[in-house]
Every structure is written in C-alpha cells, then in structure tokens.
C-alpha cells in the first residue's frame, strides 16, 4: 500500500514559474500532496461533452473527488451544473478561467477537454502548476506542441495519460500480448478506418460574440479569428486554426491501437489521398480520405476515414483489423475476435461492459478503466497504459497524415524525429503561428 512518504517520494515537486498569457504562476513545490487516503482532488476543464464521460468515471472512484468545472461558456456550465447534480450528485465550484484552477494547491490532477488547439499549452501550464494531466487526443494542435508536450513531462515529472481509452481495454490489452506471442505469426499490416455520416457545416455568418462566451479566452493560443455562427460549440474541428480534422479526431484511436499491435513508431514514409468531396462549406479539412503508413520491416499501416458519407458495403463505424502471417484480429472497443488464414472464427472475447463507439461523448466502461489507470499511476507509480511519450507517437502519425494530404505527394520521414525530409513547404506546418503572449514555452 502506498504511504504519504513513499507517495512523496515518488513526486517530482515542480519549482518552475509560469508565464504564459499574461499570468504569472509562483514558484511552488507539490504542496498538494495526497493524504493518507491518496484521494485525488480533480478539475475538469472544459464541460460539454467528453467531460461527461470523465467525470463519470472520475466519480466511479470513492478517493477522488471534482472540485471544479471549468468552461469558457456560461451557458455550457449551467446545463452542466444540472447535469452533475442528476449524475454525481453534487455540483462542484465553477470556475471560468482555467488559469485560476491552476492556482488552487488543492487541486491533485486536471482532466482537459478543450477544443484540441488548447491541449498541449493547457496541458503544459498544469504541469508547471504541479499537476498531474489527463489530456484528451489528440495531445497536440501540430507537432511543435507534441515535442513541447514530451519534454514538459520529463522536466516536471507529471503524470500525463492521453485519453484513448482502448488502450485500457481488457480485450486489446490481451490481445496484444497474444499477438506479441505469435498467435499470428509475423505481423505485417494494420487496417484502421472510421465511417460516419456527418452533415454540411455550412457557410457561417459574423455575428456578435454571444455575452455567455469568453470568445478571447476559448482561442487562447490560437490567431484571433472573427466569431461565426458555425464554429462554437463543435464544428470547430474542421476549421484548421482550432481543429486537426477527422484522423485526429477519431482516427487517432485505432491508428494507434494498429500501432501497438504492430510493435511500431514513427514511419518511413507516409502517402495520402483524398478530398472534400460532399458539401460546399467552411469545412477545412478532407471529408474522405486514405492514408498508407509504411515501417521497417516491410509493415504498414492503413487509415480510411470517411467523414461524410456512410462506408459502403456496410462496416460497423470504427474499428482496426492487424494481419499476420498465420491469421488474423479484429479489434474494437468492445470485442476481440481471432481468425484463421482461411476466415474462420477462432475465437471472440468481449468487454465485460460495452463503450460507446461513434457518438461525440463515448461513454463507456473504458473511460472508467482508463482513468482508474491514471489514477493507480498517481498513488502508486503504475504504468500508464498511455503515458504521453507513447501517445504522442501515434498522436504524430495523425499530424503526419495531414501534412502527406497538404503536401500532395508521398513524404519521406525521419522516423527518429518524425521531420519530413523531402518536403521543405509541408515542413512549414510544423509549428503554428500563436497570439502574441500565448505561444507555450517550457
């Protein structure tokens, strides 16, 4: 059992000031540190949708408690409150600005839940904070912040798990350790897609900010754009100055769980194809798209995602497929299934509890085991089933599909560094342009 000497022990305490934003954080060391009951006092930072799911899990455990929500948007909170109230049973304190939770010493770990162009510098601004991190995927905006991200871990010492939470599943867990023992054979290739249906966005309007919005607050790091009426609260992943489009927003999940099976890194190379091919609209991003990411040793990994327009003929929404030399495994968030090289049924194990797979919260059990792991790395030191070195590889993958789109051509890459070698314009998007004040250091 972990004591309160072990647990400090195991703490890296945090001496950095922050500025950042126009804030400045004192020097502090990790005055928070858990009682004897390790109970971790939380935060959750931006509320709408994934938050649910976080803090319904956050609530599954008894030595854990929310002690504040946090969301730029009056309305969003309000609705919120009601919801906490119904589900958990209690309201915790509103906060508007996140950079007041940070302030709070109370607070043990922060869950983020922001649109994806606030993760990386809101992720880094807790950890000079001194606190321990559960960032939603992706963990970057590009892959200046994912670099930034990994090494703001390894000099504060935080505990930082990014939520793709298949990686907690029993299913995948098992397997992976079967495939590792060659259930399979060699493995060689893992097919990853995603298919929805989503509507136009369509062509917004300028309109006034509504008084409920901190509109300068919820672009943050972000170039200052004019608000429209098609941005706030979710459309904003298809727009790139806020957004990563649909291979981070959902296809980094089973990217990554192919990467895994496969035993890989960062690739070789990386070729894309597709477009915006349904609506004329705002949407920023490709709609449909194939991505092939080729490895050493002859592997590959594949990712169709469809944004717009169901997959035809009929596939369930989202899954990976890894492919080995004496058989095959599908893979989901739910299920396991193992066949010969002929097709046939070998075997199927399910969760005991099924998640949800397509809608934009994705509730679950996994959600529940996820963060439980997180929770155990904190009291504990327990690995983390997606610690942020880890994460951010795959997280990388997703940024580099993007970039194989943008460049129109097959990207050569560093797979020590994931830079792209024959590129020197698609290079350009490695790092964003920031608001004056707002770009993340170390």
């Not at 647990?7 to 000031?17: D, H």
């Not at 909170?77 to 007041?100: A, M, T």
């Not at 989503?198 to 672009?219: A, E, F, H, M, Y």
């Not at 990207?411 to 792209?420: A, E, F, Q, Y």
């Amino acid at each position: 059992m972990t004591t309160r000497r072990n647990f400090i022990k195991k703490t890296t305490a945090s001496s950095a000031a922050l500025t950042l934003g126009g804030l400045v954080l004192p020097s502090m060391s990790y005055g928070n540190i858990l009682g004897a009951n390790d109970f971790i006092n939380c935060a959750v930072i931006g509320v709408r949708s994934r938050a649910k799911s976080h803090i319904r899990a956050i609530h599954k455990d008894k030595n854990a408690k929310i002690l504040y929500n946090c969301d730029v948007d009056d309305t969003i909170i309000e609705e919120h409150n009601i919801w906490c109230q119904e589900n958990i049973g209690y309201v915790p304190k509103v906060e508007k600005d996140f950079r007041k939770v940070l302030e709070d010493k109370d607070v043990d770990a922060v869950f983020i839940a922001t649109p994806e162009h606030w993760h990386a510098p809101m992720a880094i601004m807790a950890m000079q904070a001194g606190k321990h991190v559960y960032v939603e995927k992706p963990c970057s905006h590009n892959p200046h912040e994912n670099e930034l991200l990994v090494a703001a871990q390894k000099k504060y010492g935080k505990k930082v798990q990014m939520g793709n939470q298949q990686r907690s599943a029993k299913t995948s867990i098992l397997a992976v350790k079967e495939i590792n023992e060659g259930i399979i054979g060699d493995v060689y290739k893992g097919e990853a897609y995603y298919s929805n249906n989503r509507g136009s966005i369509g062509i917004g309007n300028k309109i006034d900010v509504p008084k409920t919005l901190d509109w300068d607050l919820w672009q943050g790091p972000a170039p200052r754009k004019a608000y429209k009426d098609n941005i706030h609260p979710y459309n904003w992943h298809w727009f790139r100055n806020w957004g990563t489009g649909e291979i981070h927003n959902n296809g980094t999940h089973e990217i990554d769980i192919c990467r895994w099976a496969l035993g890989v890194n960062l690739p070789e190379s990386v070729t894309s194809f597709g477009g915006k091919y349904t609506y004329d609209d705002d949407w920023e991003f490709v709609d449909n798209q194939q991505i092939t990411y080729k490895f050493e040793n002859d592997k590959f990994i594949t990712w169709t995602g469809h944004s717009r327009g169901i997959m035809k003929p009929k596939r369930p929404g989202r899954g990976a497929t890894i492919y080995g030399s004496k058989g095959s495994i599908t893979l989901s968030r739910n299920d396991y299934n193992l066949y010969a090289l002929d097709g046939t049924l070998i075997k199927t194990e399910k969760e005991e509890n099924e998640s949800a797979t397509t809608n934009t919260r994705g509730d679950g059990q996994l959600d529940v085991s996820h963060v439980g792991n997180f929770f155990e790395a904190i009291r504990k030191d327990k690995s983390l089933h997606s610690d942020i070195n880890d994460a951010s590889i795959s997280t990388m993958l997703c940024h580099l599909g993007n970039m194989a789109q943008d460049a129109g051509e097959t990207i050569k890459v560093d797979s020590n560094t994931g830079k792209v070698t024959n590129n020197d314009r698609v290079m350009k998007s490695w790092k964003r342009e920031y608001q004056q004040g707002w770009e993340p250091k170390l």
